[in-house]
């Protein structure tokens, strides 16, 4: 095969053909492109030169090649890109050691880059085409022959080059990937025992979450009355086994309240609700402390303060006065900044000290209302102060880091582990958190019924406002076409079918109606007359949670029902059928 | 009650008193419960006066150079200042401790007729909060909301305008009244103040130093440099600083440890392996000298709390003192059937069976050897300091601490250990101008546990010394040694030679030899391994087990194990796994569990509807009036996988979650 190759090109060699040519450029370029070279780093250069000498067009156009190269240095970048196809055909017989390195790779996968090539560097001549065709055949089957009798004919004493760059340009040709290399076949199962660091890379590898684009149905999940309904008739069948956790950990009683009179303080955690603890514990410990010198014997009772963080909006006054009116004197005004609030509190407590440290049993310290920026630090101030008594429950897996050293050695806290698998009935309201989780916030005015049942109690003109809403919604979700869907996603975009793209925060700015067009609305439906009447209105159905309102990217304010298209649909028949 | 947010307990009315302690079982291990804390009080009561007066003492020094400073500072008041007095506190990276030394310094500077104010960082977002909180302390004035304010008669506004509350006008005011003779203002975590808020600080003092004397106290994590980088020029030129360096927190903890742990006096002693723990701990996590307090209260606690037989502890207890309980618990402690076994090698098997069966007799025999058992750990203590101390008195390197000493030597390390041999070694070579170093340190530490006759060793070497001015040496002094070289046909030989020894020097050798024997017979007979005692589990307390739960808890681990192997906890059978494959997740785990591991297998986005269908599939029946029921419990996990942080609402795609925690990192 190779024989055949160069006896060809000695026949050539009178035409001028592109390759003859190049091969003697070769030769001279050494010594040439001295200059060039100098200027450009090796290996940029090398490549230029390589750009050059395999474009025979661009060298045909200027035959004055041997002067010209050295003052033109311009433009030396752009050939790369204009390479035509030819080069291709070149890098085999020039026998650069590029092919050493590509020897292994398929006879498919080559031939498939060619045509590639070819076709993404526009149309050849015919002739051009067959002459490939044929070194393409020979190629596959006489590669390797070749690579090892290549570079002594030409002789040209240029070092490997790890890439040939007139072949393409920048990157990888475009679906060698795909088509050279076969892709690995995906195994349907996720491996399993990875340590957790490489299930982690696992799981969050690019592309490697792919979910199916099914949706609950909107019946599907149950609102409060069904969910207690639910739940009033299931029986947990670990019953036993909790209340055997329980019976183990209120053996530690004693010995928590021998802590607590240490001056220690106590954090409980572990997965499950620990407020029935915290109840045992407290009568356990009122109990023990009506047995003692203060109270035994007399009606005095021993105070400890409850706090529950988990309610909504606990906040540290809260905390701070109800310990303030467990042990301050009626007579005396308390000062109603907590900063203040609490020196005094540690001021009383250090001249005038309880008869026992007032004990607090705090449910749920991590709570996102305890954890605002000053709270932690106070509570930490009034928990180090050896008259208190801290005993508190941290749900949250990562509660310690919400303290560092200093707080940490504040509070002085032991931690015990109180796992009770109990269902956490208080701290968490399911249905509403389900459906926060699940962005369905227009549910927690109880759905179509629940603004039904507003509605009736409100006045007609709110009623026909929100029809008009409503209506407005509607027609932008409906009239809005796929093409702009950058500049109104449809509400149909929130199905996952179209795009996935699509930022709530987008969804619900864009969906909505402006603020401005609905007043004018409302105003031509004689629904209202000023804008206060318009507000007042819209109150009501703020209060509700009935709409919602966001701005834009442009900061126009738009509102919204907070309803899929199927559920607004409904809610615009009964709207219109007057059902409300 | 639930929902209510705070209030004070109220007991149920039905209460049914009777049940309170109904203990069917005949032992009660709480029997004694009072006796032995009894006793803990007055075991700890020692040992926590020990701790405050090492920390009372241990910066004393520093701050009453501090305390001195700033009395120097306001001696001349009339005199025209130009800079703020500034005291820059290095008081190193253990910001947990810096609380307590600023309390403490506190307490010495109001002694001294200062006014004195602590100021972090949290209280200080701005200038303005800054001067608010600044003049609330300094006057003590009990402030009250703002609409109080302006219904409030300002005190200054006879005289003019009234004063914003920002304004220092009100220190004046106050200053005028109680002549005050410097106004202490310490910025505690000078580092965390925003650099252009201390800048504007120093500005406004200075300009109101005619009138109000203020001195600066910084408290620097880092360093006095790095604190002067942060200020421009213009602002330091503003500061007349002096630099107090405060002992770090690791050499306080050493002195701690000498004084409680590694002390001769005391009842209760602590494990090498928990001692180990403690004070990795406080260096892992640079913890504040009370931590280390805490941790070793905790120990002593633990021990006397749970362990029965720690009653024998009790000083002049009898007979009649101790239950048949006790008893039993001494019998089978491991150290005592070690004893036996023994004894019984020994060939005293009478002995054996009087143990096992006369109380008596055992009660004897404890308290025997609670007795010799104490003199053994407390010996070692003292082995343990003296080691210490004879390695500082000759100034050998590397120096080891004493903790680290001690620790080895309380796990039985140490005898016969390279550290000993090393020691000894250059004790045989020591100078006679560095034993007269080394006698009289060791002459501080002679007691019942150290009696070796130093006194005749010093007094022959001063005899000895009278007559000479050079340093004497021993025998084995390197500088005594000298080597030949001889050639015997053409052969090389090197030969070691002892230089002649004058007489001073050998009897000089003497008494080095004899004093070096003495102590080597020491170390030997005192550094013994303490868990090899009989009765150690009641003298020493060695207990991982509390110790690090309550300290160094794993709240996230514990969770993760709740709920992806509940059986761990339920200890039930029927969640093992389904059909002996332990992987299957079985129908009867509690639902949350159950949708936790599926979540662990998921990826980061969580289609809802997907992972319903797979719960409804292990936890559902298929029943079609049973869903409601499964849907019930599905929503409930999916809560309190919420509740907990493992999930939040994704906006990717609709009704998927995104995961945002993994198992085990």
Known sequence: MVGTKRRRDQDDADELTPRKLRARIADDAPDE??????????????????????????????????????????????????????????????????????????????????ILERTLNGADSDEEALDEEDELAEHILGADAEDTDQPGEDAVPEPPVPETPSKRGRGRPKG????????????????????????????????????????????????????????????????????FLLELHSRAYDQWIFELDQGFNICLYGYGSKRIITEQFTARLYRHLLDRPPYKGTKKTPSIVIINGYTAGTTIKDILTTVASTILPAGLKPPNQPTALLDYLLEHLSSTPPPHPIPIVLNSIDSPSLRKSPTPSLLARLATHPNINLLCTADTPHFPLLWDTGLKSQYRFLFHD??????????????????????????????????????????????????????????????????????????????????????????????????????????????????????????????????????????????????????????????????? | MEHQRCYIYQPPETEERANKRQRTSKF?????????????????????????????????????????????????????????????????????????????????????????????????????????????????????????????????????????NYDLGHVEEWQKKHRAASIVVALQDSEAFDAGLLVDTIDLFHSWLDRLPFVLLFGLATSAENFEERLAGNSLRFLEGQKFDVIQSDEIIEKLLHATVASTDVRLHIGSNLCRRMLDRQKDHVQSTQDFCDGLKYAYMSHFYASVPSLLLKEGITFSDVTADIFEAVRNLPSFRRWVEDTLDDGRAQDVRNLLEDNEYLFDQVSQHIQSGQQALLSLSHAASVLASIRQAIQMSPTVRLSSIWIRAASGELSGSPLIRETMLSIKKIPSDKLVHLLASLRELEGNYFSI?????????????????????????????????????????????????????????????????????????????????????????????????VFQPKPRFAIERALASPHDYLGCDCCSGVDGNPAALSATQPATAIVYQMYLESGTLINVSDLWSAFNAIAGDGSDENEPKTMALFQRALAELKYLGLVKPSRKKTDHISKTMWKGL
């Open chain 2, 453 to 549: 006759d130093l006194a005749s060793s010093q007094q022959r070497l001063d005899s000895l010394l009278k007559n000479t001015d050079t340093p004497l040496r021993t025998q084995h002094d390197v500088r005594n040694d000298s080597l030949r070289t001889t050639v015997v046909a053409q052969k090389v030989l090197l030969s070691k030679h002892k230089a002649a020894l004058s007489e001073q020097d050998r009897a000089y050798s003497d008494i080095v030899t004899e004093f070096h024997d003495r102590l080597e017979t020491y170390f030997a007979s005192s550094l013994v391994d303490p868990r090899t005692l009989f009765l150690s589990e009641i003298l020493m307390y060695d207990l991982k087990s509390p110790h690090t739960e």
């Open chain 1, 176 to 243: 060698s990937g795909k088509v050279g290399r076969p892709r690995k076949q995906r195994s349907p199962t996720p491996p399993t025992e990875l340590p957790p660091h490489e299930e982690y890379f696992w799981q969050n590898r690019p592309g490697g979450t792919k979910t199916s684009n099914n949706t609950l149905s909107a019946q599907s999940l149950l609102n409060h009355d069904e969910y207690f309904q639910a739940m009033q008739s299931y029986q947990d069948g670990h019953a036993a086994e909790m209340d």
């Open chain 1, 418 to 580: 109180a796992t009770t698998f109990l269902p956490y009935t208080t701290e968490i309201d399911t249905v509403e958190t389900v459906n926060e989780l699940l962005d369905r916030s227009g549910r927690r005015v109880g759905g179509r019924d629940g603004i039904g049942f507003v509605l009736r109690s409100l006045p007609e003109q709110a009623r026909e406002l929100f029809r008009i809403l409503v209506l407005e919604q509607l027609s932008l979700s409906l009239t809005t076409p796929a093409g702009e869907a950058e500049a109104e996603p449809s509400d149909a975009d929130r199905t996952p079918s179209t795009k996935k793209k699509s930022s709530r925060h987008k969804l619900v700015a864009t969906q909505g109606v402006e603020y401005r067009v609905l007043y004018h609305k409302a105003v031509e439906a004689f629904v209202c007359t000023s804008e206060v009447s318009f507000r007042s209105l819209m109150k009501e159905f703020y209060d509700h949670g009935m709409i919602e309102s966001l701005k834009d990217g442009m900061g126009v304010e738009r509102l919204c029902v907070p309803f899929r298209s199927e559920e607004l649909e409904g809610l615009a028949e009964d709207l219109g059928a007057g059902v409300f």
């Open chain 1, 33 to 114: 492109l001295e200059p060039l070279e100098a200027q450009t780093p090796s290996r940029k250069g090398r490549a230029q030169h390589l750009a050059e000498n395999g474009t025979p067009r661009s060298i045909l156009k200027k035959t004055g090649w041997a002067n010209g190269v050295a003052a033109t240095p311009k433009s030396t970048r752009k050939l790369v890109f204009e390479t035509p196809t030819k080069s291709a055909k070149r890098d085999s017989p020039d026998g650069t050691p590029t092919i050493v390195r590509n020897a292994d790779r398929s006879a498919r996968r080559k031939s498939n880059r060619r």
């Open chain 2, 28 to 164: 009660d291990p709480q029997s004694r419960l009072p006796e032995r804390l009894q006793i803990y009080r007055s075991v700890w009561a020692q040992q926590e006066e020990r701790i405050q007066n090492t920390l009372e003492g241990a910066d004393s020094a520093t701050q009453e150079n501090i305390v001195n400073f700033i009395s120097a500072a306001s001696s001349s008041p009339d005199e025209q200042k130009f800079a703020i007095p500034t005291a820059l506190i290095v008081a190193g990276p253990s910001i947990a401790s810096h609380g307590h030394f600023f309390e403490r310094l506190g307490r010495r500077v109001r002694d001294a007729n200062s006014a004195y104010i602590v100021l972090t960082s949290g209280e200080c977002p701005n200038l303005k909060t800054l001067l608010k909180n600044l003049i609330k302390k300094v006057t003590s004035r009990v402030e009250d909301d703002d609409e109080d304010e302006i219904d409030r008669p300002s005190t200054s506004s006879r005289h003019g305008p009234k004063l914003l």
